[in-house]
Every structure is written in structure tokens, then in C-alpha cells.
């Protein structure tokens, strides 16, 4: 059993078992020492909600770590968690027992192969969708002292624009935005894009193009986007790629293992392997220092939730 107590069900040990033997104690969690700023933080975000961020979260972390990388991935889904049923695990300790002073959060890190672990989140506990800022920002801290050993730190953010989202996306230092080829979900990620540049100076955005049937559909997305962007408030948007649509990730869903452990030869386990292999070329700029004054400046920040954005202009077709 994984440090933070969380039942595996037998198909998701035999799956997690060809990513790499399960090691009883993590070894990268709960080390102390000072934030050494090699750790690259990723928030996974989108405009519209359901485009597939969790199952990326997941496949992506496990992706990485057959790479050999290590990765922690916290669930910031904090109210409605869903980390931990991609990854079939039943958790009796969350982040809910961190914020209520239950538990320090390197108790609650859950082993899921020898590269990769997850911080999983509470499911139906409506506070967590609403932490106060002193809770949020002492939660950040102590995440980045304990990922600070970690390769990256992948945030799987919740859906749309809540204070907990811009949050977590403030703190990151890159946001991986996922789209899919749907109308509403690109006027929706357009909108997010505008309020993550205007209101909160997030600067580094790589777009990434869930459920396409063709390659060509997803760069047709990110030319739409781009070309608006550009023209009216001169943003040149980073390209992350596509993954298929693929019933295989909707069986594996329904089976609670990730498709790329239970599933390696389907079309989207291998979208989700190029993904990791181009990583280190998206996510190339320097990881930023988080000193005293970037959480005094956080801590101070407006997060609060605004209306969906006014499109200045109309959304891109
Ligand atoms: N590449 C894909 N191929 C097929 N189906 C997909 C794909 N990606 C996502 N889906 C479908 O979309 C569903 C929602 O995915 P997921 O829970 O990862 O989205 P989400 O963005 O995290 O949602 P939320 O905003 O509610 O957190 C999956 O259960 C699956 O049915
Ligand atoms: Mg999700």
C-alpha cells in the first residue's frame, strides 16, 4: 500500500505494473529542503469543461514517467475529484485532510509507480471548491517544497474560471490549454486565453487539441485561434499538438485504468507518447523563481471569478 492509503482495484496494479515496479515508499515525497527550481510546474486548464483535462493529466504523468521522469500530479479539482478514478484508486486521505489540518500533505502523496505520484482530492465537499486565500496559499507552499525533487509538477485544474483555477494557473509556470474541435469549446478556450493574459499576466500557453478525428482538424484549431489572438492583442499561441479521439480512452474510463497503461496500442496512447517525447521542446523556457515577492504579489492578487469574458470581438469561427 502507497503512503496515502488509497486501495488500488486488481486491474490497475496489474496496468500500473508495466510502467515500473510499485516501491512502498515514495521516494521523492516529503523531502525537505529549499525549493531548488529545476521542478517545472504545468497547469492543465480549458475554457469549457469535460474536453478531457484529467484523463491528459494522467496519461501525460505516466507517459513522462516511462520516460523516465519523475512527476507529481496534484488533483486541484479540489470538490469534484476525478484523479483518482482514472487511476481505479479509492483514497481514505485527500487533500480535505491537509486543508482541515489533519494531515501534512506529504501523508496524503499516493505511490503510483516508481516515477509518478498523485495527490489525490476530496469528491462532493463543497468548501474545497472555495478556499479562503490564506488556506490556498499555504497549501501551494508546501506543494512546492515537496515537489521541489520532482522533474514536474503536473496541476490538474477544475473546469472553467473559478478562483481555485486561476490559482493554480497563476502559480504554474506554463498552462498546457486543451481545446477540442468543437465551436464552443474554441470560443470558450479563446475567452480563457484572453482572461489568463489580460487579468493575470500568465504568459506561457500551449494549446493542446483533444479528440480530433484528423491531424489537419487540430491544426486548423490552433491557426483559428491564433490568427484572432494575434490580431487583437498580438499573442503568438504555442502549438502542444492533438490526440485522437479514440473509444479505447472511453473503455478505459469505464474500466478505471489509464488507456495507456491498459491500452499501449491504441491510436491515442501513442498521441499521448508524443506528447511526453516533445515536452522538453514546449516547455523550454526557464522555470520561474517563485521568491518572497511572487507569493506576496499572489497573495494580494484579484482571483475573483468574473463573468464569462465579454468577447471584445466575436469569438472565432
Ligand atoms: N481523446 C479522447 N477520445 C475519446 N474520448 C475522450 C477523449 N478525451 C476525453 N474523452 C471523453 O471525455 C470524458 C471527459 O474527460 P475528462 O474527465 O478527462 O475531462 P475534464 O476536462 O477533466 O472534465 P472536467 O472539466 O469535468 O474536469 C472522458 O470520460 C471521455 O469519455
Ligand atoms: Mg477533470
Not at 462532493?124 to 507552499?141: H, K
Not at 469505464?254 to 491515442?268: F, K, N
Amino acid at each position: 500500500m502507497a503512503r496515502g492509503e488509497c486501495d488500488k482495484g486488481p486491474r490497475i496494479q496489474a496496468s500500473l505494473r508495466a510502467v515500473g515496479q510499485e516501491s512502498r515508499t515514495p521516494p521523492y515525497a516529503g523531502v525537505e529542503g529549499p525549493v531548488v527550481g529545476v521542478m517545472r510546474t504545468i497547469a492543465i486548464a480549458s475554457g469549457k469543461g469535460g474536453v478531457g483535462k484529467t484523463n491528459i493529466a494522467v496519461n501525460l504523468a505516466l507517459s513522462l514517467s516511462q520516460r523516465g521522469k519523475r512527476v507529481l500530479l496534484l488533483d486541484a479539482d479540489l470538490g469534484l475529484a476525478n484523479v483518482d478514478i482514472v487511476l481505479g484508486l479509492t483514497c481514505r486521505k485527500t487533500l480535505h485532510d491537509v486543508v482541515a489540518g489533519k494531515e501534512r500533505l506529504a501523508d496524503v502523496v499516493v505511490n503510483i509507480n516508481e516515477r509518478f505520484q498523485v495527490l489525490p482530492a476530496s469528491s462532493g465537499v463543497l468548501e474545497m471548491e472555495r478556499l479562503a486565500p490564506e488556506q490556498r496559499m499555504s497549501l501551494a507552499q508546501e506543494l512546492r517544497s515537496l515537489a521541489a525533487p520532482y522533474d514536474v509538477l503536473l496541476i490538474d485544474t477544475a473546469a472553467g474560471m473559478t478562483e481555485n483555477v486561476m490559482f493554480f494557473t497563476r502559480m504554474a509556470d506554463d498552462v498546457l490549454l486543451v481545446a477540442t474541435p468543437e465551436p464552443t469549446a474554441i470560443t470558450d478556450t479563446y475567452a480563457m486565453i484572453k482572461v489568463l493574459r489580460t487579468r493575470h499576466d500568465v504568459q506561457s500557453i500551449a494549446l493542446l487539441v483533444n479528440q480530433v478525428v484528423t491531424a489537419a482538424q487540430g491544426a486548423e484549431v490552433h491557426q483559428t485561434l491564433n490568427r484572432v489572438l494575434q490580431q487583437f492583442f498580438g499573442i503568438q499561441l504555442t502549438y502542444a499538438g492533438y490526440l485522437f479521439r479514440d473509444g479505447a480512452l472511453q473503455h478505459a474510463v469505464r474500466e478505471r485504468r489509464p488507456v495507456v497503461t491498459s491500452r499501449p496500442q491504441a491510436l491515442v496512447s501513442s498521441s499521448f507518447r508524443t506528447l511526453a517525447a516533445h515536452f522538453d521542446q514546449l516547455f523550454r523556457s526557464p522555470p520561474r523563481t517563485l521568491d518572497a515577492d511572487f507569493w506576496s504579489a499572489l497573495s494580494r492578487e484579484n482571483l475573483t471569478p468574473i463573468d464569462r469574458a465579454p468577447l471584445s470581438q466575436p469569438p472565432p469561427s
